[in-house]
C-alpha cells in the first residue's frame, strides 16, 4: 500500500513535468510559427520590390534618356531590361501557369535572398485566385516595359507619359496589391489560428497543473498522515505543501479541518493551535463561514471573496475541488491566495493613471492659455518696437531696438510653436483649406527668402514639374508654414553652396492631384542614427550650428504632424556633410478659379486723388481680385500690402500696428474668417480706429448698413467702377482732387450712377440677343486693356464649361451651399466680363436655390444653362 501511494506522488510529479515541458514546447512551437509565416511575409515584400525597384529603374532611365539623348541611360535600359528576359525567375514568356509555377517563383527568390525555407513550404503555394491575380499582374508589368522599350527605341516621349502608362501602372500596382493582400492575409489566419491553439494549450495546461497539484496535495495528505513516522514523505510534504505560496486546506463532509498549511492560516487569520478537527463555525466568524459555505455551493469552482479578517479588507482568490478518501468519504480541497495587494495596487495604479491624465490636460490647457497671454504683450512690444524705429535714434539705440524685435520674433515663433504642440495633443488641429494657385504661394514664399539668401551669399535653386495653371483646395496657412519650417531649417544648417526646392505632380486621379515637394541642402547633413529623433517633440541635434540657432525643437514635429493631417506623409534622406533632402507628399483637391473678376477697372484719364504715398491693405482671397485692386490703389500713389482671408489680416495688423494702414479694403466672404468677423476683431477687440471697407458682390440695404456701422466705415459693391471706387476712398487720405469731392464734377462716361436712366431698348450698341452686350463696358472697367479682357474670357471658358452639370451634381448630393457659392460666382463672372444675361440667369439660380430643398429649379436651372452654352459659344 506504502509503495502505491508512493507510486501515486511519482507519477504526479512526472505529469507535472510533462505539462511543464508541454507548454514549453507550446511556447517555441508558436514563436517558430510566427517566425516562419513572418519571414515568408518578408518574402513576399521582396518579391514585389523585386519587380517595384525594375520597372522604376527602366522608367528613370527611359525618361532621362529622352529628355537629355545620353546614350548611356539608353544603354543601361537595355542592359536591365535583358537582364529581365534573361532571367528565369520574372520571365517574359510566364504568360501561363502550372499549379506550381507561381510558387517557384517564390522560392527561387527565396533563394537568392538568403531566406531559409522551413518544413512549412506549402505556404508558399498559390491559390487559384492568387495565380489569377498574378498573371494579371505580369501581363500588365510586361505591357508596360514593352511601352518603355517602345519608348526608347522610338525616341517618343508619349510612350512614357499619358493615361494608358497610368493606367498600366495603376494596374501592375493593384494585381500586386490583391497578391500580396491575399498571400498575407492567409499567413495571418494561419497566425492566428496557432495563437488560438497557444491559448487554449496554456489554459489546458494551467487547469490540469491545479488538478495535479491538488491530488498531490491529498496524496501528501494521506501518505503523511498515515505514515507519521516516515520522515521521506515528511519532508516532502513540508517542501512542497507547507512552504507553497498558495492556502491549501481540506474539510470533510461536514465542513470540519482535516487540514491546513501555514500559509493558509496566515491569509485566513486563523490563531487557533488546534484546529484540525474543528468546524469552520469553530475556527471562523459567522460572515466568513457563510462566505465560504456559499462559495462551495456555487458551481463555480473559481473565483475571488471579498472578506473582512481582523479588522482588514482582504481579496482572497480561491480554487476548490471534491475528492474521496480510501473509504469513500468526500473531502474538500480550498486553493486561496491572497491578491489584496495585487488589487490594491491596480486601483492605485487606475487612480493615478486618472491624476496624470487630469495632470496632463490641465498642463496643456495652462500652457495653451497663458501663451495666448503672452502673445498679446509680445505683440504690444513688437508694435512698440516699430514706433520706436520711426523715431530718431542713436546707433547704439538701433541695434537695441533690433535685438529686441529679433528676440520677440523668435519668442512669438517659440510660443506658436507651444500652441501647434497643445493643439496637435488634445488632437484639435483643425484645417481650414482654401483655393489658391500652387505657383503663387510657392513664388510669395522665394520671395520671404531672397534677401535672407542673398545675406549668407547662398544659391536658390527651383525644379517644378507641375501645372503653372495648378489651383488646388488646401489650408494654405499651414501648407506655407510647413514649407517656410524646412526652408528656414536648410537655411539655418547651411553655410555655402545652395537650397533647392522641387516640386512635382505624382499622378492625378479624378479631381485629385499627388503631390510631392522636397527641400535639399547642401549643409551639415545628418548622422544616420538621428535620422529616427528628427520628428520626435524637443529633440534637437547636437552640433555647433544647432547652439548658435536656438530654437523649441518642435518645428518638423509639427509639420510632420500637418502633413499628416492632411493625408500626406514626411521623410528625409540625408548623409552626414553631404546635405539634407526633406520631402513630403499629399494629395490636394483641384479647385476652380471661383470669383476670378469680380472687380474690374479701368485706367482714368485724371487722377481723381492722390494717396501721398499711403498704404493700404487689400484682404481679398481671388488672385485676379487682388490684381486688380492693387492696381487700382498704385494708380494714385497707394502703397498696397495683401492678405488671402481675414485671419492673415488681423495677424498683419497686430504685427504692423494700429497706425499702419490709411485703410483696409475688406472682402466679405473669404475662407478661414470671413470679412466682418475681421473688421469686428479689428475694431471691437484690437481696438483700431483705422477705417474698414467692406467689398462686396451682394445688395447692402440700410439694415445691414446699421448691423456693421460700428466696425464698417464703407461698403464698395463689385463689379465696382473706378470712380465710385475712388469716391469712396477719398475720405481716408488727406491729397484729393475737388473731382471726388466734388459730385457734381464727376463725369457722366466715367460714372454711369450719374447718367439719365434710358430704356435698354433705345441703346444702341447693346443687343438682347448678345451674350456679350456688355464687352465694351467690361473692357472699359479693365483699364481698355482688351488682352486681359479676353484672357479671362477664355478661363472662364475652360473652368465653367461644365458648370450646369456640376451644380445639379452639387443639388443631388444635397450641397445647397457649393451649389449656391458655384451660381455666385458665375454670377459675378458674367457682370465683370459684361455677360449680362449669364449673370441675370446665374442671380436667378442662386436666389432658387436659397429657397431651401422643397423647392423646384428645374426652371432655372434650364434658364442658366441656355445663358451659359450660348455665352461660351459666342466664345
Not at 517644378?464 to 537655411?491: G, M, P, S, W
Not at 447692402?700 to 448691423?707: C, G, H, P
Request: negative net charge; charged residues 25%.
Amino acid at each position: 500500500m506504502k509503495k502505491l501511494k508512493l507510486n501515486y506522488m511519482v507519477v504526479t510529479i512526472f505529469c507535472l513535468a510533462i505539462l511543464l515541458v508541454l507548454n514549453a514546447m507550446g511556447v517555441f512551437a508558436y514563436r517558430d510559427s510566427v517566425l516562419s509565416s513572418e519571414t515568408h511575409k518578408d518574402i513576399m515584400l521582396n518579391f514585389i520590390i523585386k519587380y517595384d525597384t525594375l520597372v522604376n529603374e527602366l522608367h528613370s532611365n527611359a525618361r532621362i534618356y529622352l529628355n537629355t539623348n545620353d546614350e548611356r541611360y539608353r544603354t543601361e535600359f537595355f542592359i536591365l531590361r535583358n537582364e529581365y528576359l534573361n532571367n528565369d525567375n520574372v520571365s517574359l514568356q510566364y504568360r501561363a501557369f502550372t499549379e506550381n509555377q507561381a510558387s517557384d517563383q517564390l522560392k527561387e527568390i527565396v533563394d537568392q535572398t538568403g531566406f531559409t525555407l522551413s518544413a512549412q513550404a506549402d505556404y508558399l503555394e498559390f491559390t487559384s485566385e492568387e495565380k489569377a491575380f498574378y498573371t494579371a499582374f505580369l501581363d500588365s508589368y510586361h505591357q508596360l516595359i514593352a511601352r518603355l522599350t517602345e519608348a526608347v527605341e522610338t525616341r517618343d516621349m508619349l510612350f512614357i507619359t499619358g493615361s494608358e502608362l497610368d493606367y498600366l501602372y495603376n494596374a501592375q500596382s493593384e494585381n500586386m496589391n490583391l497578391l500580396s493582400k491575399s498571400y498575407i492575409d492567409r499567413l495571418n489566419f494561419k497566425e492566428d489560428l496557432v495563437l488560438a491553439r497557444q491559448k487554449l494549450l496554456e489554459i489546458t495546461l494551467i487547469i490540469l497543473s491545479l488538478l495535479l497539484l491538488g491530488f498531490a496535495s491529498v496524496t501528501f495528505y494521506v501518505i503523511v498522515r498515515q505514515n507519521a513516522f516516515n520522515s521521506y514523505f515528511r519532508q516532502l510534504f513540508n517542501t512542497v505543501v507547507e512552504n507553497i505560496n498558495v492556502g491549501i486546506t481540506i474539510l470533510d463532509q461536514y465542513y470540519c479541518f482535516d487540514y491546513m498549511n501555514p500559509m493558509y492560516k496566515e491569509i485566513m487569520g486563523v490563531t487557533m493551535e488546534d484546529a484540525l478537527g474543528k468546524s469552520l463555525q469553530e475556527v471562523f466568524d459567522q460572515k466568513i463561514v457563510e462566505a465560504i459555505e456559499q462559495v462551495m455551493e456555487e458551481e463555480n469552482r473559481n473565483g475571488q471573496m471579498d472578506l473582512i479578517i481582523g479588522n482588514r479588507r482582504k481579496h482572497i482568490a480561491y480554487s476548490f475541488f471534491t475528492i474521496c478518501d480510501e473509504e469513500g468519504n468526500s473531502k474538500y480541497v480550498q486553493l486561496i491566495q491572497d491578491s489584496t495587494s495585487t488589487n490594491n495596487m491596480q486601483t492605485q495604479l487606475r487612480k493615478q493613471l486618472k491624476e496624470i491624465e487630469f495632470y496632463s490636460h490641465a498642463k496643456d490647457s495652462f500652457i495653451a492659455n497663458i501663451s495666448h497671454e503672452i502673445k498679446t504683450p509680445i505683440n504690444a512690444i513688437l508694435g512698440m518696437v516699430h514706433f520706436l524705429k520711426s523715431t530718431r535714434l542713436s546707433q547704439n539705440q538701433k541695434d537695441l531696438v533690433k535685438k529686441i524685435e529679433t528676440s520677440s520674433d523668435i519668442l512669438l515663433t517659440i510660443i506658436s510653436d507651444v500652441l501647434d504642440l497643445s493643439k496637435i495633443r488634445s488632437k484639435s488641429l483643425n484645417l481650414y483649406p482654401s483655393d489658391f494657385s500652387l505657383a503663387q504661394v510657392i513664388e510669395n514664399v522665394e520671395d520671404m527668402f531672397s534677401n535672407q539668401l542673398a545675406s549668407k551669399g547662398l544659391e536658390w535653386r527651383r525644379d517644378f514639374e507641375f501645372d503653372k495653371d495648378l489651383c488646388i483646395h488646401l489650408d494654405k496657412t499651414r501648407f506655407v508654414q510647413v514649407l517656410v519650417n524646412l526652408i528656414n531649417n536648410a537655411y539655418k544648417f547651411t553655410e555655402e553652396g545652395y537650397i533647392k526646392l522641387s516640386a512635382e505632380t505624382m499622378s492625378e486621379s479624378n479631381n485629385i492631384v499627388y503631390l510631392q515637394f522636397c527641400v535639399e541642402d547642401s549643409g551639415i547633413g545628418i548622422a544616420e542614427k538621428d535620422i529616427s529623433k528628427l520628428f520626435h517633440e524637443f529633440e534637437q541635434l547636437e552640433n555647433h550650428l544647432t547652439k548658435q540657432h536656438q530654437g523649441t525643437g518642435l518645428g518638423l514635429f509639427i509639420c510632420k504632424n500637418i502633413i499628416e493631417s492632411m493625408d500626406g506623409r514626411m521623410w528625409v534622406k540625408s548623409v552626414k556633410g553631404e546635405g539634407s533632402k526633406f520631402y513630403f507628399s499629399l494629395p490636394a483637391e483641384k479647385a476652380f478659379e471661383t470669383a476670378l473678376l469680380n472687380s474690374g477697372t479701368g485706367i482714368i484719364n485724371s487722377i481723381p486723388l492722390d494717396g501721398n504715398g499711403g498704404r493700404a491693405l487689400v484682404v481679398e482671397d481671388t488672385e485676379i481680385n487682388v490684381e486688380v485692386a492693387v492696381k487700382l490703389l498704385n494708380d494714385v500713389n497707394i502703397a498696397c500690402d495683401t492678405a488671402a482671408d481675414g485671419l492673415i489680416a488681423v495677424q498683419m495688423c497686430k504685427k504692423k500696428g494700429p497706425d499702419y494702414y490709411k485703410v483696409i479694403l475688406m472682402d466679405i466672404h473669404m475662407p478661414n474668417m470671413d470679412g466682418y468677423t475681421a473688421a469686428n476683431i479689428l475694431k471691437k477687440e484690437m481696438r483700431f480706429k483705422t477705417p474698414i471697407v467692406a467689398l462686396t458682390a451682394s445688395d447692402i440695404n440700410d439694415q445691414i448698413v446699421a448691423e456693421h456701422a460700428d466696425t464698417i466705415n464703407d461698403f464698395i459693391l463689385k463689379p465696382f467702377k473706378a470712380s465710385a471706387f475712388y469716391k469712396t476712398l477719398a475720405p481716408y487720405f488727406a491729397n484729393t482732387n475737388s473731382t471726388i469731392m466734388d459730385d457734381s464734377m464727376i463725369s457722366a462716361d466715367e460714372d454711369p450712377e450719374s447718367m439719365p436712366e434710358t430704356d435698354p431698348e433705345d441703346d444702341p450698341v447693346k443687343d438682347e440677343n448678345d451674350p456679350f452686350a456688355g464687352r465694351e463696358e467690361a473692357i472699359k472697367n479693365l483699364g481698355g486693356l482688351e488682352s486681359i479682357y479676353y484672357k479671362h474670357i477664355e478661363k472662364f471658358k475652360v473652368n465653367y464649361v461644365n458648370s450646369t452639370s456640376e451644380i445639379k451634381e452639387l443639388l443631388e448630393k444635397k450641397n445647397y451651399e457649393e451649389a449656391r457659392r458655384l451660381a455666385h460666382s458665375i454670377k459675378g463672372l458674367g457682370g465683370t466680363l459684361g455677360m449680362l444675361k449669364v449673370q441675370s440667369a446665374g442671380a436667378a439660380l442662386e436666389k432658387a436655390i436659397l429657397k431651401g430643398e422643397g423647392y423646384d429649379l428645374s426652371e432655372e436651372l434650364a434658364d442658366f444653362d441656355k445663358e451659359l452654352k450660348a455665352a461660351i459659344a459666342a466664345i
